[in-house]
Structure formats: structure tokens, C-alpha cells
């Protein structure tokens, strides 16, 4: 049988750029290639679009030249290796640059560059991204908020993952929260401020935020992931540096109510669901973070972070954290595959602590030692699999678009 072509796109211009370099490194080292045909695609941070040769040697971190693997060891590393020294952003820096407009592919999927000038030694038509489908493992702004999504709607390929409302309304924290809300999910109490509103009249969003919340309190950008411009304000003073820091990132700031005391802090509750219009959900974990949160350094560079995998829950707990995960799911009308995260609160006695929706995140980090597959793997399902589950999905979900009709 002819394999499928899966284009495995990895890179962007999102904060979380080496993030995807690591989730692109694992899924190319872990898809099976004796069914599939793997044709890596990265984007730079500046946007250039690239193909290379030898572009998944690169991203396993082996020299192009002789396969050897490559590191620094006064660098201090990612914890799944660093985009740096281990892999390649190399790949980002090398290779064939491509302009891809959204043009449909008639015959065959894939992505046509634009007609170039004559003065070119190779045809368009050579430089095109042939694929049947498109992996894309980009993670924050530029590639899980739907955009990516809408130039593979527009140019007719299947692609893995939420499509352009669910990626769009799972990137926005605010939005997000709004559905939950209407679903009926229970979340932290929040308030959602402008960055204008912030730079014009700073005490008066000061009074806002608390007018309608407690300290201490989480600020936080709309549209953002990995925990990067995230900060807990523990007073007053701590609030406008926080809120400076968010404004970076975003023009919308959410300000969310801290759960737990000032002695028990929250538990951090994820749980993984898989499927398009019968979603499922996996085991839930636990992370119990080295330091206050679970911010950027507690996730790819310290190493005092525990996973807890399953949850020490009871068995209604799980049942509960699953039926929620399962509900934001389709309440984002996500698809394919996403993670989602939960605050609990610290119990007393035998009182269990209650259970609110964070958020979910339509493109979870990505690598082996990821939570999203970390938890499929503990319910059952293997890495490998998992990927190959997902393409299937992708496959899917695209062929029940093509049942659609656009015109009369």
C-alpha cells in the first residue's frame, strides 16, 4: 500500500517556538514510518516557511554530516533537550525557503508555493508541500489559535486537531470562559481587562479587579500558552507589575481568583480527551510544581516538578474531572485531540476539595514525557499509537466536511 504523506509542522512565531521543536522532535521519532511517508515543515520565529532534506535529522539533534549527535553541556537545557544545542532549530536556519498561498490542491493535497521569476533554477510546482495530511505541532499564537487552521481549511488539506473555532476559542482565555460559563462549568471567578483600559486609567482597573476579587490572584494574557507573561499577585503591589508583564504579550489581560489559602494551595488536575463527536478522556494527573505555579521554568527547565500519574482521586472525583474534560471539549467544539486543566481545592477531612475548570489547551506540549501522552499512556494507549490515532482523526474529520455543500 502507498504510505500516507504526513507533513509534520513544527516551529512558528508563537513564544512557545522551542516548545514545538521539542513536541516535532518526539512525533517524528516515534510516527511510524513503515506506514507513513514524513515530510518535515518548519516555520521560522521571523515567518519564513522551510523544507529541508535533511530536516528530521536536525530535529533529533544529529549533525547533517554525520549523524552524530550534538551538545553543549554548559548550556542549560530544556528537560526534553534544548532547541539550542539538541535539535535543530538548525533546521529553521537551513533548507529551501517556500511561499505558501491558501490555494486548494486539485488531484492531490498539498500546498502550491507562488509563481516566482523565471530566474529560478526549479519549478514552483517542484517546491510544492505535497502531503495527504498536515500535523501540525505548533503550539501558542500563529498556530493554535487558528490561523494555521484556516490556510489548511482554505487550501483543502486534512490536518490533526481542533479546527478554526475550537483552536481560535481555545487560545483566548476570556472567550473560553465565556462557553464554559454557558455550558454550565464551573470556573474560577475572573475579571478581563484591556491593556488600553490598563494604560489609560490604571487605578480605576486597579479598583475593578478589587471590587470583584481576592487576593491573591492569578494575571494572566488572553491568548497565550505555557504559562509564559503568567504571574500571581499576592497584594496590591504586586498587581500592576503583573498586569505590565501580561500586556506584553496581549491586548486582553485575564485576572483570575486564586484557589486555595495562603498554606494549602490548589492541586493541578489535567486530564487528556481524544476524538472528534465522541470524544473520550484519559486518566487524570496530577502535577505538583517545584515551585508557587506552574509557570514556564517549572515546566521545561526545573526538575523539582512531580507528575502524578493517575491522580489520587477517589473514584467520583475521576469520574467527575472526566465528564468536565469531556464537556469543554465540546463546548469549544474542539476536535482531534486536547489537555485540560483543573484547579481543585484543598480538602478538609474527608470534605473533597471542589473541582473547577481552568482551561484547555488544543495543542498540548507534544513530547514523549508531555503530560497529554503521558496520560493516554497510562489508559492504555502508547505514543506511537496515540499519533497514529491522531492522523486517523484528522483523516476523518475531513471527509465529514467534504459531505458539506457550499453553493446551491
Keep these: 500500500?502507498?504510505?500516507?504523506?504526513?507533513?509534520?509542522?513544527?516551529?512558528?512565531?508563537?513564544?512557545?517556538?522551542?516548545?514545538?521543536?521539542?513536541?516535532?522532535?518526539?512525533?517524528?521519532?516515534?510516527?511510524?514510518?513503515e506506514k507513513y511517508e514524513v515530510v518535515p515543515i518548519g516555520i521560522t520565529k521571523d515567518g519564513r516557511w522551510l523544507t529541508a532534506g535533511d530536516a528530521q535529522n536536525l530535529l533529533l539533534g544529529k549533525s547533517a554530516s554525520d549523524g552524530a549527535r550534538r551538545s553543549t553541556p554548559d548550556e542549560k537545557h530544556l528537560r526534553a533537550g534544548d532547541p539550542e544545542t539538541t535539535p535543530g532549530a538548525a533546521v529553521l536556519a537551513q533548507g529551501e525557503s517556500v511561499v505558501v498561498p491558501p490555494e486548494p490542491v486539485h488531484r492531490q493535497s498539498g500546498l502550491m508555493p507562488f509563481q516566482t521569476d523565471a530566474?529560478?533554477?526549479?519549478?514552483?510546482?517542484?517546491?510544492?508541500?505535497?502531503?495527504?495530511?498536515?500535523?501540525?505541532?505548533?503550539?501558542?499564537?500563529?498556530?493554535?489559535?487558528?490561523?494555521?487552521?484556516?490556510?489548511?481549511?482554505?487550501?483543502?488539506?486534512?490536518?490533526?486537531?481542533?479546527?478554526?473555532?475550537?483552536?481560535?476559542?481555545?487560545?483566548?482565555?476570556?472567550?473560553?470562559?465565556?462557553?464554559?460559563i454557558a455550558a454550565g462549568i464551573p470556573i474560577v471567578k475572573h475579571v478581563t481587562v484591556l491593556r488600553s483600559a490598563w494604560e489609560?486609567?490604571?487605578?480605576?482597573?486597579?479598583?475593578?479587579?478589587?471590587?470583584?476579587?481576592?487576593?491573591?490572584?492569578?494575571?494572566?494574557?488572553?491568548?497565550?500558552?505555557?504559562?509564559?507573561?503568567?504571574?500571581?499577585?499576592?497584594?496590591?503591589?504586586?498587581?500592576?507589575?503583573?498586569?505590565?508583564?501580561?500586556a506584553k504579550f496581549d491586548r486582553k489581560i485575564v485576572i483570575?481568583?486564586?484557589?486555595?489559602?495562603?498554606?494549602?494551595?490548589?492541586?493541578?488536575?489535567e486530564c487528556s480527551v481524544l476524538g472528534n463527536d465522541e470524544p473520550i478522556a484519559s486518566l487524570p494527573g496530577e502535577i505538583v510544581p517545584g515551585k508557587e505555579f506552574?509557570?514556564?521554568?517549572?515546566?521545561y527547565l526545573d526538575e523539582g516538578s512531580q507528575l502524578i500519574i493517575p491522580a489520587k482521586l477517589t473514584k467520583a472525583e475521576t469520574k467527575r474531572v472526566q465528564e468536565l474534560a469531556i464537556a469543554a471539549f465540546k463546548a469549544v467544539d474542539c476536535s482531534g485531540l486536547a489537555r485540560v486543566d483543573f484547579l481543585m481545592e484543598p480538602g478538609s477531612g474527608k470534605k473533597a476539595g471542589k473541582i473547577y475548570l481552568n482551561e484547555i489547551n488544543t495543542m498540548p506540549g507534544f513530547t514523549a514525557i508531555s503530560m497529554y501522552p503521558k496520560l493516554w499512556a497510562a489508559s492504555g494507549l502508547g505514543y506511537s499509537d496515540l499519533i497514529d490515532r491522531l492522523i486517523q482523526l484528522g483523516m476523518e474529520r475531513h471527509a465529514d466536511k467534504k459531505k458539506n455543500q457550499y453553493s446551491r
Excluded: C, W
Design 1 to 33: 500500500m502507498k504510505k500516507l504523506r504526513v507533513g509534520i509542522l513544527f516551529g512558528g512565531r508563537s513564544g512557545e517556538h522551542e516548545v514545538s521543536l521539542l513536541s516535532a522532535a518526539s512525533v517524528l521519532n516515534a510516527i511510524d514510518k
Design 119 to 180: 530566474a529560478l533554477t526549479r519549478r514552483a510546482s517542484d517546491r510544492a508541500i505535497n502531503v495527504d495530511v498536515i500535523f501540525p505541532v505548533l503550539h501558542g499564537t500563529f498556530g493554535e489559535d487558528g490561523t494555521i487552521q484556516g490556510l489548511l481549511e482554505l487550501a483543502d488539506i486534512p490536518y490533526v486537531g481542533a479546527g478554526v473555532l475550537g483552536s481560535a476559542a481555545g487560545m483566548d482565555k476570556d472567550i473560553m470562559k465565556s462557553l464554559f
Design 200 to 246: 489609560n486609567k490604571p487605578k480605576k482597573v486597579q479598583q475593578l479587579v478589587e471590587s470583584k476579587l481576592k487576593y491573591p490572584v492569578f494575571v494572566k494574557p488572553a491568548n497565550l500558552g505555557s504559562s509564559v507573561g503568567i504571574s500571581k499577585a499576592h497584594d496590591r503591589k504586586e498587581l500592576g507589575p503583573a498586569i505590565e508583564e501580561a
Design 256 to 269: 483570575e481568583r486564586g484557589v486555595g489559602g495562603k498554606k494549602n494551595k490548589a492541586r493541578e488536575i
Design 294 to 299: 506552574y509557570d514556564y521554568t517549572a515546566k
